[in-house]
């Protein structure tokens, strides 16, 4: 494929572009956010017709459907460009509903469109290990697959359009409420008196072992909560949709109020642009002010 473009370079799409450029692709990038192109060592495209235009291989990374659509759909957008053999990637978490339509839509100019889910978080998309979830056409991933490669360690077929956005919003939902629930505990351990590190090695051989007591909380209980990953806006968007997608399947979601209330908690008391890691120090602030560390000296608690 000639080059590989890239929309919306953010958190993790800003990462994914400095691995391409790494690995030696060159990559034309659009996203509003001045200099964020420039950041990534991507050569700035003016805006997202640049990209479609002079690229067979477009990447998307945008916070949800909404924004998808405007890139794609919008105006002067990807679909207006498109063009038999190109391929879009849509490594957004996304609807999958939105997702389908949008496929559809450029299906109709002979341009193919793959849905697919990233997990890993930051971390795993700056050292180049990112697991991708992919619906859409496998002869087109298989196309796609020699660019992919740079910043994923295991690509998975999940099958047709939709599907991989299907199995993100599953993932994740199993994600936020392991999370929240370990917040919880974290915070009556602490109130409890009960030494964090020691509990975590007990979860961590126990029945409660989960992805936030093995990843997560032995770095929030050093004071580290891993900047730079998924925020509580967006960890509310995925529960989100992962409850309109059940809803759309006939399936009960019987398990998303925890979730919800917690990352919802987060996003009021402050922490909507940070790591969603800082739910546990909302549900720590409704506790009376209760952190999993001890904080620097020369600290002001406000
Ligand atoms: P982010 O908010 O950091 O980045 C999104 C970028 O899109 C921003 O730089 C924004 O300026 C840009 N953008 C918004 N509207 C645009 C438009 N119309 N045209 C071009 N650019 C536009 O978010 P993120 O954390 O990088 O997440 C991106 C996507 O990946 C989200 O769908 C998120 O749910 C998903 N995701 C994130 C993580 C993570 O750990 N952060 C992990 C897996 C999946």
């Known amino acids: ?116 889910g990233i997990s890993g978080g930051a971390a795993g998309a700056e050292k180049g290990v990112l697991t991708l979830m992919v619906g859409g056409e496998e002869q087109a991933l298989d196309q796609a697959r020699p660019t992919l490669t740079a910043f994923a360690a295991k690509i998975f077929h999940m099958g047709p359009s939709g599907t991989g956005h299907s199995a993100k919003l599953l993932n994740n939902f199993l994600n936020a409420v392991s999370l929240a629930a370990t917040s919880e505990v974290m915070v009556a351990a602490r109130k409890a008196g009960l030494d964090l590190r020691t509990l975590l090695d007990v979860l961590n051989s126990s029945s409660g072992a989960n992805w936030a007591t093995a990843n997560r909380f032995p770095h929030i209980v050093e004071g580290d909560y891993l900047e730079g990953g998924l925020t509580s806006t967006l960890m509310t968007k995925d529960v989100i949709l992962y409850v309109d997608h059940l809803r759309a399947l006939g399936v009960p979601s019987l398990n998303s109020a925890g979730p919800l209330a917690s990352f919802g ?38």
């Open 1 to 116: 494929m000639n080059g590989t473009g890239f929309i919306g370079l953010g958190n993790m799409g800003g990462r994914i572009t400095r691995r391409l450029v790494e690995a030696g692709h060159s990559v034309l990038g659009y996203d509003p956010a001045a200099g964020a192109a420039e950041r990534a060592g991507a050569t700035p495209a003016a805006d997202v017709a640049e990209v479609a235009r002079e690229n067979d291989l477009v990447l998307l990374s945008l916070p949800d459907s909404r924004a998808v659509e405007a890139v794609v759909l919008g105006e002067d957008g990807v679909l207006a460009h498109a063009r038999p053999g190109q391929i879009v990637v849509d490594l957004s978490t996304a609807a999958p509903d939105s997702t389908r339509r949008i496929a559809a839509a450029l299906a109709g100019r002979d341009a193919r469109y793959l849905d697919a």
């Open 265 to 302: 908690l987060a996003a009021n008391l402050g922490y909507a642009d940070q790591i969603s890691n800082r739910v546990v120090d909302a549900i720590g602030d409704i506790t009376g002010g209760v952190r999993l560390h001890d904080e620097p000296e020369g600290t002001v608690t406000t």
